[in-house]
């Protein structure tokens, strides 16, 4: 058997090493919920972005046809090549999958200029309340991603009663997008 010193020695080395586990558990849980807060933040800048190259793409087909009589966007494949052009011009690159869900977008129709815009199939709440670019100022105070639509502007009417989107609107940057803490 031990001496009574010598006992007590072991004991404290285990309650040791035991608080060191627990407290690098904690540390660990703690850079865990920062690492899934800075990717949830990466994932809506990639939301904006992707939903912007969407939207624009659409206007471009908007622009690029017929004036008296336009040809509906019926599929979002149609903006990979534009089967009205005969060099089958490119208005997207490629569909870009919903960045939250990694799942396809929500297609937003219009009965006579068929697709419209996407918009993200996921109810969680975004980071972003407010700080939008002027293209998409209209998502500011909404409360769930599925909520932000990447919808093309009709043209203001002669009245001034349309939506409109101002001359020489460009789409933001990534780095224009950052999202600031506090938002």
Do not use: C
Not at 43 to 72: C, H
Not at 133 to 152: A, H, N, Q, R
Not at 176 to 182: A, C, F, K, R, Y
């Amino acid at each position: 058997m031990m001496p009574g010193p010598l006992r007590s020695a072991a004991g404290f080395t285990y309650i040791a090493a035991l608080f060191m586990v627990v407290v690098m558990g904690i540390m660990l849980g703690a850079v865990g919920q920062s690492v899934k807060v800075i990717m949830k933040r990466e994932r809506e800048k990639e939301l904006i972005f992707r939903g912007l190259q969407y939207r624009d793409a659409i206007e471009r087909w908007s622009k690029k046809g017929n004036v008296n009589a336009p040809t509906p966007l019926l599929d979002l494949k149609s903006l990979l090549k534009d089967p009205r052009s005969a060099a089958g011009e490119r208005h997207l690159r490629q569909l870009y999958p919903d960045p939250l869900t990694g799942k396809e977008w929500r297609i937003i129709k219009d009965p006579q200029l068929g697709i419209t815009g996407v918009a993200s199939t996921s109810d969680d709440e975004p980071f972003k309340k407010d700080n939008f670019p002027d293209v998409i100022k209209d998502f500011k105070g909404k409360t769930k991603y599925s909520e932000w639509e990447f919808v093309l502007k009709k043209p203001a009417t002669a009245t001034g009663t349309g939506a409109g989107t101002a001359t020489g609107t460009t789409t933001p940057s990534l780095q224009q997008l950052s999202v600031p803490e506090g938002n």
